[in-house]
C-alpha cells in the first residue's frame, strides 16, 4: 500500500530521527545528493531502501558515518594509507571500499565482503547521523535508473507514496556523487569518479583508475556493480557530443528529417546558448566553471523531461578534475551514445 510522503524541513530534524531509530528509510541532502538512508546495521530496514527505489539487490549501498571512530567496528581493518585519506578528505565526497565488518549485513554489500563508508560533509547531514548515532546505509533517492535528485523535490518526483519522510535540507552542492575508492587492491582503484578528483587522490596515494570509469559501453563484470546498470537516464533520449566543432555538428545532428516532428533541446554552456537559434537551451553555467555544470546537470536533465524534450544534444567536458565525473555520468545518461565531431 502507497505510504504518505511528507516533507519536512531542519527544525524538524527529529522525525527523522526517530523514524531512522525504528527501522524505517527517510531521504536527506548531503553535499553531493540526496540520499534514501536506513540504519545500516538493520537488514529489514535496508530492504525497503531497495524496494523504494527498486534498486537490484547486487547492488551496495554506501554506509554513512559521522565520526572515525565508528569505522573500527564496521570493517576488519585497514592500512596508514587510508587513514591518510580519512585526514584529508573526510568529511567529504569520497567512499572508501574496506573488507566488510561482519556487523554489516550482506544485503548492504550486495552480497560483495567489502563495504564502501563514507562521511559527508555537509551540516544537516552530519546532524542527522550524529542524534540517531547508528551507521546509515545510504543510495541517491532516485528510483533505479533515473538522474539522482539534487533538491527535495527531485525525491517527491521518485519517491513520492514509496518512502514516508523527506528531510528538506534545500539545493545540494557538487551535484554529482562521491568518488567512489576500492582501498582493497594496490594500487587504490577509482571506480567511479565524482568530487574528489583522481587529481587531489594522487597527491597522497598511488591511485588507479577503472577502465570502465571512461569506457564507451556498460561492463558485464564490473568491480563496482552499479556500474554495469542504466543510469541517470531521463525519458529524453540523451546524445552526447564531443571533440572540435561541438555546437556545429549539435546543430547539423538536430536538422535531421529524424527529428523534424520533436521538441530538442541542448545542454550547453552559457557562452554556447547564441549557438542554437532552433533549439531549447538548458544552461550548464560558464564553460571555465565544470563545477557549476556538475552542481546543474541532474536537475537539468530532470527538466528535460518536465518540458516535454523527445531528445537532448549535450555538449561534452575536458575529462579532467570534475570534468571526468561529469562525462562518466553523461556517457551513461546517454546510453555510450557518443558523437565525435
Ligand atoms: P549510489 O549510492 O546510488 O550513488 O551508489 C553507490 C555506488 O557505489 C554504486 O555504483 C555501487 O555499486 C558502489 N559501491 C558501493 N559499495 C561498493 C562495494 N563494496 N564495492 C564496489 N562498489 C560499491
Ligand atoms: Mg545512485
Same mark, same amino acid.
Given at each position: 500500500m502507497a505510504v504518505e510522503t511528507r516533507i519536512i524541513h531542519p527544525d524538524q530534524l527529529e522525525q527523522a530521527v526517530s523514524l531512522l531509530r525504528q527501522g524505517e528509510c527517510v531521504a536527506f541532502p548531503t553535499e553531493t545528493v540526496y540520499g534514501l538512508g536506513a540504519d545500516a546495521l538493520n537488514a529489514e530496514a535496508v530492504a525497503k531502501i531497495f524496494a523504494a527505489k527498486q534498486r537490484p539487490a547486487d547492488n551496495p549501498l554506501i554506509?554513512?558515518?559521522?565520526?572515525?571512530?565508528?569505522?573500527?567496528?564496521?570493517?576488519?581493518?585497514?592500512?596508514?594509507?587510508?587513514?591518510?585519506?580519512?585526514?584529508?578528505?573526510?568529511?567529504?565526497?569520497?567512499?572508501?571500499?574496506?573488507?566488510?565488518?561482519?556487523?554489516?549485513?550482506?544485503?548492504?554489500?550486495? &552480497?560483495?565482503?567489502?563495504?564502501?563508508?563514507?562521511?559527508?560533509?555537509?551540516?544537516?547531514?552530519?546532524?542527522?547521523?550524529?542524534?540517531?548515532?547508528?551507521?546509515?546505509?545510504?543510495?541517491?533517492?532516485?528510483?533505479? &535508473?533515473?538522474?539522482?535528485?539534487?533538491?527535495?523535490?527531485?525525491?517527491?518526483?521518485?519517491?513520492? &507514496?514509496?518512502?514516508?519522510?523527506?528531510?528538506? &535540507?534545500?539545493?545540494?552542492?557538487?551535484?554529482?556523487e562521491s568518488t567512489v575508492l576500492d582501498c582493497t587492491c594496490w594500487p587504490f582503484r577509482v571506480l567511479r569518479p565524482g568530487g574528489v578528483t583522481v587529481e587531489q587522490l594522487q597527491q597522497f596515494v598511488p591511485i588507479e583508475v577503472d577502465s570502465s570509469v571512461t569506457g564507451n559501453s556498460a561492463v558485464e563484470q564490473p568491480r563496482s556493480p552499479g556500474m554495469k546498470y542504466k543510469h541517470y537516464s531521463p525519458r529524453a533520449d540523451v546524445i552526447l557530443v564531443v571533440g572540435n566543432r561541438v555546437p556545429e555538428k549539435i546543430n547539423q545532428l538536430a536538422s535531421q528529417p529524424q527529428y523534424a516532428d520533436l521538441n530538442i533541446g541542448v545542454l550547453a554552456p552559457s557562452e554556447h546558448a547564441d549557438l542554437y537559434p532552433n533549439l531549447t537551451v538548458l544552461d550548464l553555467g560558464p564553460r571555465s566553471q565544470p563545477k557549476i555544470a556538475a552542481s546543474r546537470l541532474y536537475h537539468l536533465l530532470r527538466t528535460a523531461d518536465q518540458i516535454r524534450l523527445d531528445a537532448v544534444f549535450v555538449e561534452g567536458f575536458a575529462e579532467e578534475d570534475v570534468g571526468l565525473a561529469i562525462m562518466n555520468r553523461l556517457r551513461r545518461a546517454a546510453g555510450y551514445k557518443v558523437v565525435q565531431s
Open positions: 554506509v554513512h558515518i559521522h565520526s572515525r571512530e565508528q569505522v573500527a567496528g564496521l570493517v576488519k581493518g585497514y592500512g596508514q594509507s587510508v587513514e591518510i585519506l580519512m585526514e584529508q578528505f573526510w568529511p567529504g565526497p569520497l567512499s572508501l571500499i574496506l573488507p566488510k565488518g561482519d556487523i554489516i549485513p550482506e544485503i548492504v554489500s550486495g &552480497g560483495l565482503d567489502t563495504v564502501a563508508l563514507r562521511m559527508p560533509d555537509h551540516d544537516l547531514a552530519l546532524k542527522l547521523l550524529k542524534k540517531v548515532d547508528l551507521p546509515i546505509a545510504a543510495p541517491s533517492a532516485n528510483l533505479s &535508473g533515473s538522474p539522482s535528485p539534487t533538491r527535495a523535490e527531485h525525491v517527491y518526483q521518485d519517491l513520492n &507514496g514509496r518512502i514516508p519522510l523527506i528531510l528538506d &535540507g534545500g539545493p545540494t552542492g557538487w551535484g554529482v
